[in-house]
């Protein structure tokens, strides 16, 4: 089975810090998403990358940048985080079999 | 662009009641739908899904039918159970790259 794995269940941060979302997927996926995920609004796409070093954004990309240096490995920054950002991020890998989605990161920023 | 309207929650059941969540999508083409499902700390699950007109997806006794006529892929159940409970999401893929578009999600929940 793919798996996506996520580093952090939980991340407590402070107001304008720069914060990075780890995202590592095992099954040579060269699609790689981000959502953010809140309650009344379902899942939104933040970044998407089909490619190592490519990067499209999604609906959301504002505060966010992304990074995919190694086809695996797909991070998310906040450059300088806010209270508004306080979210559920899920990453997600797409093969031939579809998306796989990671555990989720419960992001506070304080 | 694409888009999934879902019904709102939470719809509140009691087990082996029949289960029914609405769900439409506006899209361009032949998209296809899914429904995922999230467990309480849980990522999404894949529960089914349908890729032309007229399928049915089905599994864990849950069923949606893609029906272009009223553009709906309604989820549905005939008998719930506790361990159901859990947050159903609608979702869309069209031609193309293929990005899922999501609809805000129906809590279920199931009491014995």
């Known amino acids: 089975d793919v798996k996506v794995t996520q580093s952090s269940r939980y991340l407590v941060k402070r107001t304008g810090e720069k914060v990075f979302l780890e995202c590592v997927q095992d099954?040579?996926?060269?699609?790689m998403f981000w959502y953010r995920q809140d309650p009344g609004l379902g899942l939104r796409l933040i970044y998407f990358?089909?490619?190592?070093?490519?990067?499209e954004k999604g609906d959301i990309p504002e505060g966010y940048s992304v990074s995919r240096e190694k086809k695996e490995r797909f991070s998310l920054i906040l450059e300088s985080a806010s209270t508004n950002q306080t979210s559920m991020y899920l990453c997600?890998?797409?093969?031939?079999?579809?998306?796989?989605f990671g555990s989720g990161t419960r992001l506070t920023v304080v | 662009g694409d888009s999934v309207t879902q019904m709102e929650g939470p719809v509140t059941l009691s087990e082996e009641a029949f289960l029914t969540i609405n769900c439409t999508y506006t899209?361009?083409?032949?998209?296809?739908l899914f429904w995922y499902v999230q467990y309480p700390g849980e990522g999404l699950q894949l529960l089914l899904k349908?890729?032309?007109?007229?399928d049915k997806g089905s599994n864990k006794g849950f069923e949606a039918t893609y029906r272009k006529e009223t553009t709906s892929f309604h989820l549905e159940k005939g008998s719930v159970q506790v361990s159901d409970s859990a947050v159903y999401f609608c979702?869309?893929?069209?031609?193309?790259?293929?990005?899922?578009?999501f609809g805000t999600g129906t809590r279920l929940l199931v009491s014995p």
């Open positions: 099954m040579d996926h060269e699609n």
């Open positions: 349908a890729t032309k007109a007229d």
């Open positions: 979702a869309l893929v069209n031609t193309g790259f293929q990005k899922l578009v």
């Open positions: 899209a361009t083409g032949y998209p296809s």
């Open positions: 990358s089909y490619d190592v070093k490519m990067k």
């Open positions: 997600a890998s797409r093969g031939e079999g579809g998306y796989t």
